[in-house]
């Protein structure tokens, strides 16, 4: 899977914006990753381009956040799947459709508005919870020490 500042596959370009291109007819078509010109789409506005670059941050950082979430680097999407189901804005579910946050992280498809919010309120959750925990160590610690 390429990533941002990866260089197009095809033509070898370095800092070419690269997008998602569907090469083999119909379903189950191999995905590859080339850069605007080889897609076919020609040259891109500067518009056009900010707007992918900022789609491939969001991605890296809903990426990271998953990976905080969950506590693994190598099983993130099935938790982080879980965890939205109850943010979902059609009302709350017991989890997410897996395969598509792994789309979503791979650029395959748009993230929904609503996932960054919900991200964003479960990382602070993590983040309340975890200063909780640090506070009662150092207590402990504290008591232990004397």
């Known amino acids: 899977m390429a990533a941002a500042g990866d260089p197009c596959p095809r033509c070898g370009g370095q800092d070419r914006i690269l997008a998602l291109v569907n090469r083999g007819g119909g379903r189950g078509g191999a995905e590859t990753r080339d850069c605007a010109t080889c ?3 020609g040259v891109i506005s500067a518009i056009e381009a900010a707007r992918l670059r900022a789609g491939a941050a969001l991605r890296e950082g809903r990426v990271a956040a998953g990976r905080l979430l969950s506590g693994s680097d190598e099983e993130w999407k099935r938790p982080l799947a879980r965890m939205l189901g109850e943010h979902h804005p059609d009302g709350p579910r017991e989890t997410l459709d897996p395969r598509g946050v792994d789309r979503w992280a791979s650029g395959a498809r748009e993230i929904p508005e609503w996932v960054g919010p919900a ?3 479960l990382l602070t959750d ?3 919870g975890l200063e909780s925990e640090a506070a009662a ?3 402990v610690a504290a008591r232990l020490a004397g």
């Open 39 to 41: 897609a076919g789409v």
């Open 119 to 121: 991200v964003a309120r």
């Open 126 to 128: 993590l983040a309340d």
């Open 137 to 139: 160590a150092r207590a």
